[in-house]
């Protein structure tokens, strides 16, 4: 069945760096666009970041535009989120996210904790 499991969350000061990952498997990874989003306490769940089926059209939600980046390798069926100049306010578990035949499919999140 379809399976997306994020990883690499963690506590971080700062101005410090992450790198997210979400292995994907059940589904043809290089077929389908892939989504990173995120959600704080007490706010709604946004999408930060999208990548296409071939990776080479990627968007950015403003707030993260010039200091994340989204990425995938689909031999490995990997997609990444770098995350760079980290600030409090990026404080959310972040999700991996697709739709595959008309169903949105998420991973369990991961929590990343920016402390100021």
């Known amino acids: 069945q379809v399976q997306l499991v994020e990883s690499g969350g963690g506590l971080v000061q700062a101005g410090g760096s992450l790198r997210l990952s979400c292995a994907a498997s059940?589904?043809?990874?290089?077929?389908?666009?892939m989504n990173w989003y995120r959600q704080a306490p007490g706010k709604e769940r946004e999408l930060i970041a999208t990548?296409?089926?071939?990776?080479?059209?990627?968007n950015y939600l403003d707030a993260v535009k010039g200091r994340f980046t989204i990425s995938r390798d689909n031999g490995e069926k990997l997609m990444y989120l770098q995350m760079a100049s980290l600030k409090p306010e990026d404080t959310a578990v972040y999700y991996c996210?697709?739709?595959?035949?008309?169903?949105?499919?998420w991973g369990q999140g991961t929590q990343v904790t920016v402390s100021s």
């Open positions: 990548i296409s089926a071939a990776g080479a059209s990627t």
């Open positions: 059940g589904f043809t990874f290089e077929d389908y666009g």
């Open positions: 996210n697709t739709r595959v035949r008309g169903t949105a499919r």
